[in-house]
């Protein structure tokens, strides 16, 4: 999954910046669909990091079967806090 083909896909737009308010809760509510109907473990975590990014992604035991996945997914989430500017 390439991160700017899924912005255009659910936001339309290269841009985050330009897409307004409704179009980027009605991204976030497609994006969600998309992710619990998705099988392919891969193309999950990558829809659930997305959804992390946007402050929406739903909690790891009720998306991630596989306590394997769950732990990646803490880990990303240790790795990405430690990344991103403190507010």
Avoid: C, K
């Avoid at 390439?2 to 179009?23: E, K, M, N, W």
């Avoid at 969600?32 to 099988?39: A, C, G, I, S």
């Amino acid at each position: 999954m390439d991160l700017d083909d899924q912005i255009r896909h659910y936001f339309g737009s290269d841009t985050l910046d330009a897409v307004p308010p409704p179009a980027l809760a009605a991204g976030i509510e497609r994006m969600t669909v998309d992710l619990w109907l998705e099988r392919d473990r891969a193309r999950r975590f990558a829809l659930w990091t997305l959804l992390y990014m946007f402050d929406a992604a739903p909690p790891l035991d009720e998306v991630f079967a596989e306590a394997a996945d769950r732990d990646a997914a803490r880990n990303w989430m240790d790795l990405s806090a430690r990344l991103l500017p403190e507010d």
